[in-house]
């Protein structure tokens, strides 16, 4: 099992795994249109945190980092229909964390959950309440009523991965 994380840079292997990616989003989130869940994984603004398990994508989260405003906004995240509940999601997260921290130097992570997500976040250290100043997030994110907009704060010094 191996945790990557890139945007679309061009290289065959990655856009392999990308593809992969795009898929599970699209049956994992029937809600979001195909064509967004394409633009944004493939986007090179946004970056994807990957589970590769046997050279094969098994789950993943597809973020936006804003370097200026130290935040990071999670667009998609999922784990394959057979793969869940083993612990996946959780490994995932923290290694979203760990890279956002020591390579984008963000301090918060911004989600719109949906409804059946709202717990698998809560575990993570997301909140309803958000301590992010408006001003820093504001106008970059855009709304979205299908989900309930949480936060996570970064920790500066935990050890998020072994
Ligand atoms: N609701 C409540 N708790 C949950 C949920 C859920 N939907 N999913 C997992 N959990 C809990 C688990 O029980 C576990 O708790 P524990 O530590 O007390 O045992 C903990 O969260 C972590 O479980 P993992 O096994 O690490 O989670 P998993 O690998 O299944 O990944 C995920 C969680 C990503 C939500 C997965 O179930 C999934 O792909 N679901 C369908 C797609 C989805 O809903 N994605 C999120 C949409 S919102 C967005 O993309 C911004």
Redesign the pocket.
Known sequence: LKFVCFANDGVDEHMIWLVGLKNIFAR??PNMPKEYIVRLVMDRSHKSVMVIRNNQVV?GITYRPYISQKFGE???????AD??????????MNHLKQHARDVDHLTHFL????N??????I??GFTKEIDLDKDRWQGYIKDYDG?ILMECKIDPKLPYTD
Not at 74 to 80: D, N
Not at 83 to 92: D, I, M, P, W
Not at 111 to 114: L, N, P, Q, S, V
């Open positions: 994992q989130l789950g999670i667009a998609f995240c999922a784990i394959t793969e869940q509940v083993k612990g996946y999601g959780t490994r995932l989600t719109y959950a949906d059946n997500a709202v717990g698998y976040f575990k993570q989900g």
